[in-house]
Every structure is written in structure tokens, then in C-alpha cells.
T-cell receptor, first 114, second 115 residues
Framework: AQSVAQPEDQVNVAEGNPLTVKCTYS??????LFWYVQYPNRGLQFLLK??????LVKGSYGFEAEFNKSQTSFHLKKPSALVSDSALYFC????????????FGSGTRLQVQP | EPEVTQTPSHQVTQMGQEVILRCVPI?????FYWYRQILGQKVEFLVS????????KSEIFDDQFSVERPDGSNFTLKIRSTKLEDSAMYFC?????????????FGEGSRLTVL
């Protein structure tokens, strides 16, 4: 079975400060990990993914995420937050056994204050 | 930029009625998905579709649900007899490659309200 936990319902950060949105996962095999963002009244948009290779992956809009196998985490980060980053962020996972469809977390609302 | 389009954007229906939600995936994509999001809750997988057949479905996708790709462009989700708990935002997604390594492109969603 595969699952994702996003422990924070909301993260508040001031514009210009670094941000972190947390994600931990549970899979049977090797994880494939993803971050998606959802703006109001829009569908989910792909940000970045980890399949294999470097633990630090870079994605759209200056976001990056670090895969940590020992902590089973895949936290989303950005060095300097923008007000326009305010949105709902979803972590997703699948593994190389069992279900092939993505399993999404419950989402974390990021609020960047000017 | 190519996008996934969904219709209707909002549908209100009476319990027990049939509903069809329509999606036009990106034209060269091969893998198609339906997900749903009940208000304030997580995005849940319903079904994936490849090569004109269901490749995977979740426990939510029971006999009341069906999907088809009738004309090579549209991808539809049918709910035969809606229940109150079917009220949700339904998202269609498509991918060029299998969604485990390729990114999914989502439509803006169809909000279904069952009264």
C-alpha cells in the first residue's frame, strides 16, 4: 500500500522568506514522488518529480524538493517566497509495485504575506 | 499551450439521476485518468484508462461508474445513479507517458452537486 502525509494544513510565510512544505510517504517498493500546485478554481499543475538520481530536484517557478530516503520525506522548498506562490500544494507518490496511479496527500495551503 | 478541457464546469443533479462528465485530453496523450476531490479533502484516484480499456481502478470506482472514449478525442465519466456522497469536484487528467514517470496534465474540474 502507498500513502502520503502532509502534516500541515496551512503554512504561513512572509514574502522574501524561505518556505518549506512538508511531505512524508510510505511505499512498499521504490518511490516515485511528485509535487503539484492548485490555484483557486483551477486544476492541479505539475511542479516537479523525483524518480531516481540526485536527491535534490528542481522544478517550476523556483521550487525544489529534497528526497530523503532514511526519513521517507520529500519536502518542497523555495529560497524566497512570492505572494503569487500562495496556493494549495499536493504531494503525491507511487511505487514500483502495486497500484500504479498516483496517491495524493491531503494538501497544504501556502499563504505568503506581503 | 495545449490543455485538458472539461465540461460542464458545474452540474447540479437530483439523487438517482445519471450524470456524464466530459473531458477532452491533450491530443497526443495516451493515458487518461479521473480523480475526484470532495470539498476540503484529498484528491482521490478513481480510474486510469489506456489503449481503450481501464488499466486500473480504485475501490471508489464501483458499478455505478463507467468510462469510455467514444470517438478518440472525448473521455467521459458516467455515474449511473448519483448519490449525495458523489458530490465533489471531478478532475480529468492525461499524460503522454505512463503517469508514474510522466507528469499528469489536469483539467480545471467539473463540480458535481447532488441534491
Amino acid at each position: 500500500a502507498q500513502s502520503v502525509a502532509q502534516p500541515e494544513d496551512q503554512v504561513n510565510v512572509a514574502e522574501g522568506n524561505p518556505l518549506t512544505v512538508k511531505c512524508t510517504y510510505s511505499v512498499s517498493g521504490n518511490p516515485y514522488l511528485f509535487w503539484y500546485v492548485q490555484y483557486p478554481n483551477r486544476g492541479l499543475q505539475f511542479l516537479l518529480k523525483y524518480i531516481t538520481g540526485d536527491n535534490l530536484v528542481k522544478g517550476s517557478y523556483g521550487f525544489e524538493a529534497e528526497f530523503n530516503k532514511s526519513q521517507t520525506s520529500f519536502h518542497l522548498k523555495k529560497p524566497s517566497a512570492l505572494v503569487s506562490d500562495s496556493a494549495l500544494y499536493f504531494c503525491a507518490v507511487r511505487d514500483d509495485t502495486g497500484r500504479r496511479a498516483l496517491t495524493f496527500g491531503s494538501g497544504t495551503r501556502l499563504q505568503v504575506q506581503p | 499551450e495545449p490543455e485538458v478541457t472539461q465540461t460542464p464546469s458545474h452540474q447540479v443533479t437530483q439523487m438517482g439521476q445519471e450524470v456524464i462528465l466530459r473531458c477532452v485530453p491533450i491530443s497526443n496523450h495516451l493515458y487518461f485518468y479521473w480523480y475526484r476531490q470532495i470539498l476540503g479533502q484529498k484528491v482521490e484516484f478513481l480510474v486510469s484508462f489506456y489503449n481503450n480499456e481501464i488499466s486500473e481502478k480504485s475501490e471508489i470506482f464501483d458499478d455505478q461508474f463507467s468510462v469510455e472514449r467514444p470517438d478518440g478525442s472525448n473521455f467521459t465519466l458516467k455515474i449511473r445513479s448519483t448519490k449525495l456522497e458523489d458530490s465533489a469536484m471531478y478532475f480529468c487528467a492525461s499524460a503522454l507517458r505512463s503517469g508514474d514517470t510522466g507528469e499528469l496534465f489536469f483539467g480545471e474540474g467539473s463540480r458535481l452537486t447532488v441534491l
